[in-house]
């Protein structure tokens, strides 16, 4: 692990400052990157930041690194580790794809996929209603 950012990011957070909860989020997600083959990974860490709001500096620190083009993977625990809020998660997270970011979770292989079915059913929807919200008419 190291402090300066290396392309593959891990992300954790808790809502609720919990240091023990904290060490068994960041373990699980460390270890599953090493699985992954990714060895050399950078740690960002919100420990008692909600997710309403995107103003968390382990985030912030986070979008300044992808910004800079300094990573390409992000991985999580789950789509709430990002926010809680689907719609500001989802505009979000099709900025970071429209930069080249991919995501992983700590899952097993059929979990991954139905994670990335649902991440791409909800990038539809999102879609959707953005073309609604702009009065577009037709497919998305």
Same mark, same amino acid.
């Given at each position: 692990?190291?402090?300066?950012?290396? &392309?593959?990011?891990?992300?954790?957070?808790?809502?609720?400052?919990?240091?023990?909860?904290?060490?068994?989020?960041?373990?699980?997600?460390?270890?599953?990157?090493?699985?992954? &083959?990714?060895?050399?990974?950078?740690?960002?860490?919100?420990?008692?930041?909600?997710?309403?709001?995107?103003?968390?500096?382990?985030?912030?620190?986070?979008?300044?690194?992808?910004?800079?083009?300094?990573?390409?993977?992000?991985?999580?625990?789950?789509?709430?580790?990002?926010?809680?809020?689907?719609?500001?998660?989802? !505009?979000?997270?099709?900025?970071?794809?429209?930069?080249?970011?991919?995501?992983?979770?700590?899952?097993?292989?059929?979990? !991954?996929?139905?994670?990335?079915?649902?991440?791409?059913?909800?990038? !539809?929807?999102?879609?959707?209603?953005?073309?609604?919200?702009? &009065?577009?008419? &037709?497919?998305?």
């Amino acid at each position: 692990m190291t402090s300066n950012p290396t &392309g593959v990011a891990v992300y954790c957070r808790l809502a609720q400052k919990d240091d023990e909860r904290m060490e068994v989020q960041k373990e699980r997600l460390l270890r599953y990157a090493l699985e992954q &083959g990714y060895d050399d990974v950078t740690l960002y860490v919100d420990n008692g930041a909600s997710g309403l709001n995107f103003d968390r500096p382990g985030f912030l620190q986070m979008n300044k690194d992808i910004d800079a083009g300094l990573i390409h993977v992000i991985i999580i625990q789950s789509l709430d580790r990002i926010g809680r809020n689907m719609v500001a998660t989802m !505009q979000w997270i099709n900025k970071a794809a429209d930069k080249g970011i991919s995501f992983k979770m700590s899952l097993d292989s059929k979990e !991954q996929e139905l994670f990335n079915a649902s991440l791409d059913f909800f990038n !539809q929807c999102y879609n959707l209603i953005e073309a609604m919200a702009l &009065g577009k008419k &037709g497919g998305v």
